[in-house]
């Protein structure tokens, strides 16, 4: 079941603002970069509230912008030739997506769409390419995103050809724990039952049948607005079992 539309609001490049300090300190590439770069980088930096429902990415539009999550929840999702919706990954704090296509300059192939009410930083194409010709440390970070999300995405496939939902709640909990392409998130992170379902495909029931589940195997604690993970690399085997 997908989130509520969004309701028409002034175009988000409208809505961009400066981003401010406490935001920039939360971007974890930033602090490798040369001075010059990071004086580019920090003056083309944007910041943007993004509403429930909202698209940021849509399939078919030309990437302007690579994101990267400061507060909230974003959904990235397509449909299939038979109009059925797929979700590839949630995008929680500090992950920062849309590198591909900002490189091959191609048009979206997927929706990237709030699931809360989030803010999010964007970087544009330019300073990006900029970026890419001239510093080595992001290069090593984008490159780390590329081969991050590729892994992720070969074990989204395989347990969504699983039937068993547990497996594929934790396959979902496990890539959005994910230390490297979500440093924001730590090992608390802020979600309903209902918004984990619609990353899940399966209802708020279900998800809290197998959160519960979960629990009790002592891998994951149910906490009030959010989920800790007691054991990571427990979680992403129970994954691999299904």
Known sequence: MPPPGAPAHTPLLERARAIDAAELADIPWLVALQREERERAVADLRAVQVQPGELLCRVGRPATF????????????SDTV????????????GGWFGEGTCIKREVY??????LRK?????LSLATFHWLLDRSIPF??????QLNERLGQFIGAREIDR??????RVARSLAALFHPLLYPGVGTLLRITQQELGYLVGLSRQRVNEALNALQELGLIRIEYGGLRVLDLEALRQHVHRG
């Open 66 to 77: 690579w994101f990267g999550v400061i507060d909230g929840l974003l959904k990235m999702s």
């Open 139 to 144: 290069n090593r970070f984008v490159m780390q």
């Open 162 to 167: 699983m039937n068993d939902p547990d497996a």
């Open 109 to 114: 192939r997927y929706n990237i769409q709030a």
């Open 82 to 93: 038979m109009g059925v919706p797929i979700t590839f990954t949630g995008v929680p704090p």
């Open 118 to 122: 989030s803010r999010v930083a964007g």
